[in-house]
């Protein structure tokens, strides 16, 4: 954007500012939007599997709806606890925010970078790490027992949950070849634009392995433990009120959202999809936003019905399934990611390689001999080990016997 | 080893799941609990000393009040307490619309039970609100013959205010055909859900000695393993008339009341059907018109009559002195005596367990407290 600026005639120094702040703008102004959207996008669905309408009053179907809770949020009185620590206090939901708005700076609309970072996975997860110190400030800071308590328990899901997290990214980094977001989106551009990594059997199970470690991350049913409202009231939130609350909850579905356009753009190929490449051009990047939106949107609503679904776990429940499900399949599926590369893109990644043994019978990408053996091989190591896992975890499903014996009944038994 | 402090939370009287003004005075160490020690009282209106002064038919409404929830449940038993100790002859007709109402209110007393347990654990809203959509159409018909959709202030001594009509029979019927879609859809919801076996199976166990030992009665007793229901222990009413069966639970845990409630939720069900298939035509009254109801007087001395009400054994003992009013009126609340066993249910399982087997109990505050 600050070349095309130069070449208008702005000075270079200017060009780069004026690109700057019209990128700034776009990042906070889509995020916001995007999670006043996301609000009523979820309020909406989930009435409907609910049997009630949900907002439908303020503007078309209840579209205006998140503005007036936002009206609503900043007239309302800010009340700080007594005795507090009002500095933490207050920098609590501000570092939660910002954490959240950075990882918005490397995340691609459609095709669209703010900015190509060359470790752009590594930034995503660093700004998700940083929840942990906003949750923890807002929990120590605000001098209350749930308060406290849901700060632990939100440390506690982060930490053992950032793990599985950036282990399932590492599949992908090996498949491309590279930790920028650009770069995995391009990967994924073979087949008419569904070479998707979500169609091979290793980005399958990073798929359900990455978003099920996200919901944990962005605090979504079934591990929205450290703001159980059942048990802990709202868990680090519950001292905050007014437009610190806000900036809770914005902060939370803009992570949500953020979570979804990553997992989007690792797995579900970004912007690409049929049709993007022969537009081309302007009308190309808009399609692919398009798809973008509608992949992103799409790993939301399952956000959705699985919290209009299932209860939550418990915290240690929550710990023993990341360290005892999650890190062995997504070791497993590292292990089956290194047999896909070596399998098709030996010759290309490892050309010392190809020196010893000599190149392999075609150096062609899609090669489909060498794709049916690594899908075969891959498949047979996820499918084994998650059927192992499956068993090993003894879950013991059969029902509970409940007689309903009528002789029982005629009295104490 | 750490050395870890115990902390001491406060979990209510303002708590989104402690089911109305409860407290729960916890010793946590960390999310385990060490102790629990339940605090109430908040709700305290006077219930019983208003007994003995107002006359026997102020009392009903009174009596509506105290499990919110299930108010023809309420008055069904008192109702029967009075009519023991006044001798009163109930026509069979008016016994058919209680034990249908009772039913009814069995029904929508577990469906939004259930809702709540499962919103206590985390399942955001949707059992419960599909239990209160069954509940409302039921409290329609509640409204329908009453007048009021909770407080329904329906009995009177020796039968029912207002005897149902054609209208309500084919409305009850054209309800009664989506209740098995409703048992369906809940349990197709949740039974076999990964997590809710995971959170409620040897959760808050309940052995049966323990149980007993409590006086523990309803479905907590009976996911206990215990097969006691009233309506088959002392048949009341006319429910030795219906085939209906005992639903038990093995383990005594939060996953066995569950299961308990939904197959009674069934039995209801079916009872209803059988209900509605011998019940009398409208000659025989709804009401036993001898009765004086404004200026009832019992003779000298006591009486209890219980029934089984949808969260245990619901029993009123009115002693009288041959005045208009009892001399001394005691309700058996199954809250309240159901709720004396939750610390020992509780300790040593953690903080979101707790809320989940407070859940399970199913307690309405205003029995609690009266």
């Not at chain 1, 084994?384 to 029982?408: C, F, S």
């Not at chain 2, 102790?35 to 000393?49: C, I, M, T």
Request: proline residues 4%; hydrophobic residues 45%.
């Amino acid at each position: 954007m600050a070349d095309a600026l130069t070449q208008l005639g702005f000075a270079s120094w200017l060009s780069v500012l004026i690109a700057s702040i019209i990128k700034v703008t776009l990042i906070l102004v889509g995020g916001s939007v995007g999670m006043m959207f996301l609000t009523w996008y979820e309020r909406r669905s989930i009435s409907y599997m609910q049997d009630r309408r949900g907002p439908n009053r303020v503007g078309p179907q209840g579209l205006l709806q998140p503005i007036s809770e936002a009206i609503k949020t900043m007239t309302k009185e800010d009340a700080t606890p007594r005795d507090a620590d009002k500095i933490v206090h207050f920098l609590a939901p501000v570092v939660m925010l910002g954490a959240t708005v950075l990882s918005f700076a490397v995340i691609p609309w459609g095709r669209m970078f703010p900015v190509d970072l060359n470790a752009a996975v590594l930034f995503v997860i660093a700004t998700g790490g940083l929840h942990s110190i906003g949750m923890m400030m807002a929990g120590w800071g605000s001098n209350n027992k749930f308060a406290l308590l849901g700060g632990m328990r939100g440390v506690a899901q982060l930490i053992s949950y950032e793990i599985p997290q950036v282990m399932a990214i590492i599949p992908v980094v090996l498949m491309t070849g590279s930790m920028s977001l650009q770069k995995i989106v391009e990967a994924q551009n073979d087949f008419a634009g569904l070479g998707w990594y979500v169609f091979s059997p290793v980005g399958l199970l990073g798929f359900a392995l990455f978003f099920t470690a996200s919901l944990a991350e962005g605090e979504r049913t079934p591990f929205d433990i450290p703001e159980a409202d059942s048990e802990i009231i709202a868990g680090y939130m519950t001292e905050y009120s007014g437009m610190k609350f806000a900036v809770f909850y914005l902060s939370n579905y803009m992570s949500n959202l953020a979570v979804c356009f990553i997992t989007a753009t690792l797995y579900l190929g970004g912007g690409n999809g049929p049709g993007v490449d022969a537009l081309g051009g302007i009308a190309g990047g808009l399609l692919s936003l398009i798809y973008f939106l509608l992949k992103s949107f799409a790993l939301f609503f399952v956000m959705v019905l699985i919290r209009a679904t299932v209860p939550r776990l418990r915290v240690d429940q929550l710990m023993s399934f990341a360290w005892k499900f999650l890190l062995p399949l997504v070791l497993v599926n590292i292990l089956s990611a290194s047999f896909w590369v070596a399998l098709l893109r030996w010759d290309q990644q490892w050309p010392k390689l190809t020196e010893w043994f000599g190149a392999p019978s075609t150096a062609d990408a899609t090669n489909w001999g060498r794709l049916a053996i690594a899908i075969v091989l891959t498949l047979l190591i996820n499918a084994g080990a998650v059927a192992l896992i499956m068993r090993l975890t003894n879950r013991n499903v059969q029902k509970h016997l409940y007689t309903t014996d009528e002789e029982l009944a005629l009295g104490l038994s | 080893m750490l050395k870890t402090e115990e902390l001491q939370i406060n979990i209510g009287p303002q708590h989104p799941s402690t089911h109305g003004v409860f407290r729960m005075l916890v010793t946590v160490d960390g999310e385990t609990l060490v102790d629990l020690k339940p605090v109430f009282g908040y709700l305290h209106r006077n219930h019983e000393q208003l007994g003995e002064v107002n006359t026997y038919l102020q009392n009903m409404p009174f009596t509506d009040r105290l499990d919110y929830f299930n108010s023809m449940v309420n008055n069904h038993a008192y109702a029967r307490t009075v009519e023991t100790l006044a001798g009163v002859e109930v026509p069979e007709r008016a016994q058919y619309i209680r034990v249908i109402m009772d039913e009814l209110s069995r029904i929508l007393n577990h469906a939004t039970a259930m809702g709540f347990m499962l919103g206590d654990m985390g399942a955001w809203q949707t059992a419960l609100l599909w239990g209160m959509r069954e509940r409302e159409k039921i409290l329609d018909m509640f409204e329908y013959v009453s007048g009021a959709r909770m407080m329904c202030n329906y009995c009177r001594f020796g039968g029912v205010v207002r005897d149902i009509d054609d209208w309500f029979i084919t409305e009850l019927k054209k309800l009664m055909q989506g209740l098995p879609h409703y048992f369906d859809d809940f349990e197709g919801l949740l039974l076999n859900s990964e997590i809710l076996l995971a959170r409620a199976r040897n959760i808050g166990v309940l052995p049966k000695e323990l149980a007993l030992a409590y006086s523990v009665t309803g479905p907590v007793l009976r996911g206990s393993g215990v097969a006691y229901d009233i309506r088959k222990a002392e048949p009341y009413a006319v429910y030795d008339r219906f085939k209906f069966k005992v639903p038990v639970g093995t383990v005594g845990d939060v996953y066995d009341r569950f299961l308990v409630r939904i197959a009674e939720m069934r039995e209801s069900y079916k009872i209803l059907e059988q209900a509605l298939e011998q019940l009398p035509d409208a000659t025989g009254g709804f009401i036993n018109p001898k009765v004086k109801q404004q200026s009832l007087k019992a003779p000298a001395g006591e009486a209890y009559a219980r029934v089984e009400s949808p969260k245990g054994e619901l029993g009123f003992y009115v002693v009288s002195d041959g005045t208009g009013s009892a001399y001394r009126y005691k309700v058996r609340a199954p809250s309240f005596i159901n709720l004396s066993a939750l610390a020992d249910m509780c300790k040593g399982y953690t903080i979101a367990d707790v809320v989940v087997i407070l859940g399970s109990i199913d307690i309405v505050m205003g029995e609690v407290d009266r």
